[in-house]
């Protein structure tokens, strides 16, 4: 499938609360508001241009939109649930959690747009449910690297990139002895935590030695009370221990971290192909990008790929006029997000210019290649398991647990969602 997946990447480079239906005055036509609370955390101003735009084109419909917070897609989403407050569209994960709220009926069916239509084909099976619903659109395809400062690296005397993890610390070494910091480290947004090291870690400690992993963690059967999983939380607590990483980095936020970098205060970001157009331009020196080195020695890396966070479109009296809007967000809004963040286009085409950024568009042919590949873990744990990572991955960096503690009560928490058929 992946090398489907660079195929269509090349062709397609090439080419809150249900509200009533509002009146306006007699002399106009009839106005709909439509609720939207979207995922943004680099880019809020752009939802709000797209939502004018489309208000613009559609004066029938006004968007109203909310932004989620914290630290997650779902964390978000299931108090609105709780309170039957579903917005009309939704940012959404591609994973368990929203298939199965899919095909409780409360997530409408997609496959009859055209954004359905224009999605990559290899994404697809991320939004499909169990039940054969089609429940969300990619916002574009996600991987995650380490962007690196090349200034940095040439004054620090490092000629080769890493290809394990024991060269990845040899690097930092280097770097902290030339004077710089090293990495950037968002303890305090989990999230990218998550992303990064914990996605890589899974990717190279547990994807790699589980065909089934998938199938596994679904079912519960998949032990993750291991040393491997150990030494997951081990390596993400490594860093700071090695004095690798910025000061108060538990305080480090999303945007807090992106800014150290373009301010050339830590010499690598472990980030995403979403930040592509933040942490590639408008610096002061040159990027470069590679592959996380999370692997060991001797042992292959296995990069990691999927779909970014996407929109869905709630099953409420608004549906359809949610369904305009979604085929405009990604349609020819789609370009007015692209421009700032140059990420990989989920779409075979789509009106206007492409300008995914060349690097980004190298890098994620190249880890679409790969045989073995792992997911995001937003798309692949249980979304109550989400929430209890970035508990632990904080646990473990303020050292009130150990990472064997941490793999033990990450295991229990999936075994308990499976167990319980939570998702």
Known sequence: MLSVLACFILFSLCGCHQRDHDSSNTSGPASTTITALIWAPDWPEEMLQIAAEFSKLNPDIHVDVQFMIGNSVEENIKPRIASGNLPDLVSINPNAYAADLA??????DVSKTSA????????KKDWTSRQSRHFGIAGGMATTLIYYNEDMFAKAGIRELPTNFNEFLAVCEQLKRAGYTPIMWNGGFPNMLGNGPFSSGFANNVVAREPDWKDKISDGTLDLNTPQVADIFARIRLMPERGFVQESFMTTGYDDGIRLFKEGKVAMAFHGSWAA?????GNPFEVGVLIPPWNAPGEQVVPVIGSETGFAVSETPNKAAAMRF???VAGQGFSILQIKRQNISPFKQFPGMVVSDQKIVDYTNMVSRYAVTGSPYYSFLPSNSIERLHRLIQDVLFRKITPMQAAKLLDESVKNEAKMHYK
């Open 326 to 328: 979604l085929e405009f």
């Open 277 to 281: 157009g933040l942490l590639l331009h």
């Open 116 to 123: 359905w239509n224009n999605m990559l084909d290899p994404l």
């Open 103 to 108: 095909d409780q009926g409360l997530l409408a």
